[in-house]
């Protein structure tokens, strides 16, 4: 019971070690497993998932893997259980024909963090092969003569397994002239040999049929025979022997097949058929044998198939040489192969990333590599390098495992793909070469906002357009991709005379067509400031703004407007401009004055004299618009002339208005009176009653004959006032003249100053429309220029100058205030 016990203990203790040991590995990032040969396809390895602490999914989504260094695939992961199962029957004499200990190497790659894990597995035998020999049937050949203990070396049994199912022992039965002998080599192998027991009689028994049996360990044992006949010769008395007990070659992997490695020689002292020497393989692998060719005649081994370092580096060979009288020698030959450069590196690439974002990280992993080199030496040894011109390095990882990661930040805009060559040169003379090439594609951040072509916009429109015209397209380029790159427009916000800016403009979102919505007109609307933002789809979006002046070009779409003489005096004689009969030449008669709302060349405006009643008596200035006396009047010129002032701009095509003056030739107020009179009966229309029409110009001549009247008092009023001033105080030297008479004509709707003083006096018709009118380019020449003393100045032009006020004229501030009496 106790001991029973300590069992159950004991096997706990090495369970918990073992799980112990299992968590130390992997923490390390190692895996060991043992799983015996010949274990069917799928069979189970290990659980990877459980002892690594791996989702499931992850294996589902085939982002983790199982890799191989070698060839061949042994192992894989199982996608639903995490599993490591085998991936084929693996036979561990095939791989591992003389070691020992047969262990397998792979690596689980974990895509996604592009981390990797060792696993070891060992392959344990199983006792799947039986002791064979390369010769079923042995002739061996005796003299009679053979003294007894006399000892033949016999061909061994081989057996590829490996531990206790290996070769253990050989079992010698039929004839009880033999006996079996065993002798243990240097190796720990054991060598049969046969030793007579007793002395041979030809003339008793010329044959002798032995079979040799050899055992292995194995439960159960497995065994292998081969049958051995003897036959009795006549003395013999020399045996073969070999000049030297062992041989030893170095040969270069790359020698050519056919070559002759080594030559073994044998003599023999006897003549005859007893000197004739054969030589054949004692001891040899199934391997050897397919590689080296032992001629029977001239004993030299030559080379039947290329040699390779990496499958087997020396081979031993014992060769015997026999005489025709079953005399022999053996002697070993043990040929060494040297490593020549005849593998360039191997570059596996067991995890790497196809597409990786530009905002990445230095550091980042790339992609994780494998890189063996199946030569040994200077040879194997590998050095990795990478391209110096790009944004990554490489970084030596666990063993022979190298990883790809940024060197420093990437830019999709400069390089949006990679083509990462990795080169792997070994140490060997001439050095080999490969290279593995990584595709890496750049993924696009948004980090680009949109960028105008141009720092600002201008454009022209012509006014009157028609609503929804095309005035400009700004575009604006985004160095991203994708949707990153897709760029919209958009108006910022504003406000035109009080109305939103997109009343007036739009912009198309997708091609940034700036297109105006309604018609625009440039007397109300000269130049639009606007701004248009271009914002691109990524997320966060990036926006940039540009400004744009759209100026209204003027087009001649107003014509000159009249404002002097106005509209209403369009009709005849509605309104009269006053010229005396002596003016001279160049007199100023009147002024037409226009504007033109247009502007430029548009709101350019001449004047021409096109009607007028006596052709050569007026003209007008083609800039002032002035209109003067082109010579002076004379007797037999009518009294009264229309003249038709054309106004004109200077647009294409150029627009128009006219302007029409009436004019009066009057020397003195009765004949002014007179000829508007006439001009009042004239316009009367036919069978209508004059007598309103007469009544109002009598009271408009009685008013008119009132305020000058008063007008008469108040200046002698002053007059008098300034007689009784000077006598109280000296007389000024520099006495003010007064202002002449016929300067003045106190009668309202006729000029109360004529030709250089800017208000006018039109009398209508009809009293209620009559108006006065001042011109403020003309106010400044209010009062004349004295005259000189010794030149009086009349009150009323050529009338009486008995009537003239006598002495000096009022100073004149007097003279001011006198006629803003008059204006009032």
């Not at 209620?768 to 032009?797: I, M, Q, V, Y």
Request: glycine residues 6%; negative net charge.
């Amino acid at each position: 019971m106790c001991a029973a016990g300590r069992r159950w203990g004991r096997r706990q203790r090495a369970l918990l070690w073992a799980v112990l040991l299992a968590a130390w590995e992997a923490a390390w990032g190692q895996l060991r497993y043992s799983v015996p040969e010949e274990m069917p396809k799928g069979s189970f390895v290990g659980d990877v998932a459980k002892d690594l602490g791996l989702q499931l999914p992850e294996i589902r989504d085939h982002s983790i893997h199982i890799t191989e260094r070698g060839r061949n695939q042994y192992f894989s992961l199982h996608g639903k259980t995490g599993h490591l199962v085998t991936a084929e029957r693996i036979d561990r004499e095939q791989l591992c024909e003389d070691v020992q200990q047969c262990v397998l190497h792979c690596e689980l790659v974990v895509e996604g963090e592009i981390k990797f894990y060792e696993i070891e597995v060992e392959i344990t035998d199983i006792n799947d092969n039986a002791p064979s020999f390369r010769e079923e049937e042995i002739e061996l050949r005796m003299s009679e003569m053979t003294a007894p203990g006399a000892r033949f070396p016999l061909v061994r049994a081989y057996d590829p397994d490996s531990g206790r199912n290996s070769l253990q022992s050989y079992e010698l039965s039929g004839d009880e002239h033999f006996s079996l002998a065993v002798q243990a080599g240097p190796g720990g192998d054991q060598r049969p040999e046969l030793v007579l027991a007793k002395a041979l009689d030809r003339e008793e028994a010329a044959f002798h049929e032995l079979v040799l049996r050899a055992m292995d360990g194995g439960d159960p044992a497995r065994t292998g025979t081969a049958r051995i006949r003897v036959t009795v010769l006549d003395a013999n008395d020399n045996a073969p022997v070999f000049s030297q007990a062992e041989y030893t070659v170095r040969v270069p992997e790359d020698v050519p097949v056919g070559s002759v490695l080594v030559t073994v020689t044998a003599t023999d002292a006897d003549q005859g058929l007893n000197g004739q020497l054969k030589y054949s393989y004692q001891i040899v692998s199934v391997k050897a044998s397919e590689i080296f060719r032992l001629d029977a005649e001239t004993g030299a081994i030559s080379l039947t198939r290329n040699l390779d370092f990496e499958e087997g580096t020396s081979y031993e060979l014992e060769v015997q040489a026999h005489d025709g009288g079953a005399l022999y020698d053996a002697a070993k030959v043990v040929i060494t192969v040297t490593d020549v450069n005849d593998n360039a590196p191997e570059i596996s690439v067991r995890s790497v990333l196809s597409e990786i974002s530009e905002d990445s990280p230095s550091g980042t992993v790339v992609a994780l590599l494998h890189v063996n080199d199946r030569d040994s030496g200077a040879n194997g040894e590998v050095r990795c390098s990478i391209d110096k011109d790009i944004p990554f390095r490489l970084q030596s990882s666990h063993g022979s495992y190298y990883r790809v990661v940024t060197a420093r930040e990437l830019d999709r805009e400069q390089v949006s793909e990679y083509n990462v060559t990795v080169r792997a040169a070994d140490g060997g003379s001439p050095s080999l070469q490969s290279s593995a090439v990584l595709a890496l594609r750049v993924l696009d951040v948004n980090d680009n906002a949109p960028v105008f072509l141009e720092e600002r916009y201008s454009a022209r429109l012509a006014e009157n357009n028609a609503a929804g015209a095309l005035v400009l397209t700004v575009r604006a380029t985004d160095a991203d991709w994708g949707q990153n790159a897709r760029v919209r427009y958009r108006l910022a916000e504003g406000r035109v005379r009080g109305a939103p800016l997109s009343s007036y403009v739009s912009v198309q979102a997708e091609t940034g067509a700036l297109y105006a919505l309604r018609s625009l007109d440039y007397e109300q609307l000269r130049e639009l400031q606007l701004c248009v933002r271009a914002e691109d789809g990524g997320a966060p979006a990036l926006s940039s703004n540009v400004s744009v002046r759209l100026q209204i070009v003027d087009e001649n779409d107003n014509a000159p407007q009249v404002l002097y003489p106005p509209a209403a005096a369009a009709a005849a004689w509605s309104g009269v401009e006053l010229a005396p009969r002596r003016s001279e030449a160049g007199a100023l008669v009147a002024k037409v004055v226009a504007v033109d709302a247009d502007a430029g060349q548009n709101a350019w405006l001449s004047y021409e004299l096109a009607k007028a009643t006596e052709p050569g008596l007026f003209r007008v200035g083609p800039h002032s618009g002035e209109v003067r006396t082109a010579r002076s009047p004379l007797a037999r010129d009518a009294a009264r002339h229309s003249l038709v002032v054309l106004v004109r701009d200077h647009g294409r095509p150029a627009l128009s208005a006219t302007a029409t003056l009436s004019v009066v030739l009057a020397e003195s107020v009765a004949e002014l009176l007179a000829e508007l009179g006439s001009a009042a009966h004239e316009a009367a229309a036919p069978g209508e009653p004059a007598a309103s029409l007469t009544r109002w110009l009598v009271l408009a001549v009685a008013a008119v004959s009132c305020l000058f009247v008063a007008f008469l008092l108040l200046l002698l009023a002053l007059r008098l006032r300034r007689c009784h001033r000077q006598q109280l105080l000296p007389p000024d030297s520099g006495a003010s003249r007064g202002v002449p008479v016929s300067h003045f004509v106190g009668i309202d709707g006729v000029r109360a100053f004529l030709q250089s003083y800017a208000h006018d006096v039109s009398l209508t018709a009809d009293s209620r429309k009559s108006h006065l009118r001042f011109s403020a380019a003309s106010c400044c020449d209010t009062l004349p220029a004295r005259p000189p003393p010794d030149e009086p100045a009349p009150l009323l032009g050529d009338e009486d100058p008995a009537g003239a006020i006598p002495s000096d004229p009022a100073p004149p501030s007097r003279m001011n205030d006198l006629l803003e009496v008059v204006i009032l």
